[in-house]
């Protein structure tokens, strides 16, 4: 409405109905993200390490790439043991986590990392690192119901 010379004025009416039950509802959000991704840095670990030490799986429960028969002959002849990622546990156990105030990394500090998870000319990709729909999910989850 306009009032006396001219001005403009209107009127803003807020109603707070609900407003302290969404507050209780999301008390939880304001530590939440920290306590969330924590667990998701502790859950990506034992992930990470089961499927190097046991299950021998991408994140998406595809199966690994078995040894070329070159490398099977090698480990043979050789007499080394060990199985596919995991011969002195030296990768499986450099799995680590590491929260930053809103960041998750999970990592590995070996330097042929690398060429396991993504390949070579020589040597398939067997992914070990990573998330899927599941994981994103349960984070969703934890954030939002703030259930850990």
Known sequence: ???VSGSMRFNVTVRTDGIEALRRRISHVK???KEALRFMGEKAVRDTQRRISSSKTSPDGQPWQPWSMAT????????????????????????Q???SEHTLTVYSN???????????????????MGWVSEDINTLKQ???????
Do not use: C, D, W
């Not at 007499?79 to 011969?87: E, F, H």
């Open 1 to 3: 409405s306009t009032g």
């Open 31 to 33: 530590e939440a993200p």
């Open 72 to 95: 099977q002959r090698q480990y043979a002849q050789s007499g080394r043991g060990g199985s596919l990622l995991y011969r002195t546990g030296a990768l499986n156990n450099s799995i």
């Open 97 to 99: 986590y590491r929260l």
């Open 110 to 128: 070996v330097g042929y990392a690398k060429y396991h998870q993504f390949g070579t000319s020589k040597m398939p990709a067997r992914p070990f």
């Open 142 to 148: 934890i954030l939002v119901k703030g259930i850990v």
